[in-house]
């Protein structure tokens, strides 16, 4: 019977070879790498990292509403289509809609319902914080701003037709 030890040994792979495989791997599997570790879990979300991983995915994607439901639709270059369930909460209509770069805002304009973003690579969705406690109607934006590499959405209250703030 031969008996081996094995020392503990730790593998480091640099920083910018895991940058460089992570940007060219589907959503889906970035994902997953989530909860390996921190340093994967921190990359994933690094502004700079978001930029090349969308400038190198391929395909088109929709937001496609249907009665109560929101669903993520996948147009790829080979000319298959997957969809996949985002939201089926019982929902009021909406009727603004705007994105920037597969994120998507919708809101209603007149019940002063919480605005939602759609992030379609992600599956992720968020409920906006409403700006007014009361009643209002406004519209909103979402854009990315290059200075700071981030996404922002600006909310125009209007009273009468005109915009308040």
Known sequence: ??????????????????????????????????CVSGLCNSLIFESDFLHIH???????????????????????EDGNISTSLLLTERLPTYSG??????????????????????NLSTR???FLPNPNKGR?????LIGFEPQENKYKVFFSETESGFIKR
Not at 54 to 76: E, I, M, P, Q
Not at 136 to 140: L, R, V
């Open 54 to 76: 969308r400038c190198r995915s391929s395909g088109t994607k929709f937001l496609l509403h249907k009665w109560n439901s929101f669903y993520a639709v996948d147009l790829k």
């Open 1 to 34: 019977k031969i008996e081996m030890e094995f020392e503990k040994s730790e593998v480091s792979i640099p920083h910018e070879i895991i940058f460089e495989i992570f940007s060219w791997l589907p959503v889906k599997s970035l994902m997953r790498f989530k």
């Open 124 to 126: 992720e969705v968020r």
């Open 136 to 140: 209002s109607c406004g519209n909103y």
């Open 97 to 118: 809609l705007n994105c920037a770069n597969g994120l998507f805002c919708v809101w209603e304009l007149y019940n002063g319902q919480p605005a939602l973003i759609f």
